[in-house]
């Protein structure tokens, strides 16, 4: 069993930064695919950025190269910096870990982009 927890979330304008930590509770952390999504009302959620075991990244295409997921095994931690953030990256993002049919989710941070 894995628990996540985010922080990291809040309100900031158009063109600044954000960082969004993923706190992981359990054993074997480092076994896991983890991965930010994001979702706004009334839409599904989507992916941000992934980070596999073995270092593979993917990010989703609105990203840009605006965002850079990483991850530290030896805390638990997963880190999502967000750079150049524009009101429609606004939503409650989630921390995802995955291992197989293991699948857990966080509670999800609120970030808002607003001016």
């Known amino acids: 069993q894995v628990q996540l927890v985010e922080s990291g979330g809040g309100l900031v304008q158009p063109g600044e930064s954000l960082r969004l930590s993923c706190v992981a509770s359990g054993s074997n952390f480092r076994t896991y695919h983890v991965s930010w999504y994001r979702q706004t009302p009334g839409k599904q959620r989507e992916l941000v950025a992934q980070?596999?075991?073995?270092?593979?990244?993917t990010y989703g295409d609105f990203v840009n190269g605006r965002f850079t997921i990483s991850r530290d095994n030896a805390k638990n931690m997963v880190y999502l910096q967000m750079n150049s953030l524009q009101p429609e990256d606004t939503a409650v993002y989630y921390c995802?870990?995955?291992?197989?049919?293991?699948?857990?989710w966080g509670r999800g941070t609120q970030v808002t982009v607003s001016s």
């Open positions: 995802n870990a995955f291992q197989g049919a293991r699948n857990y």
């Open positions: 980070l596999t075991k073995g270092n593979a990244i």
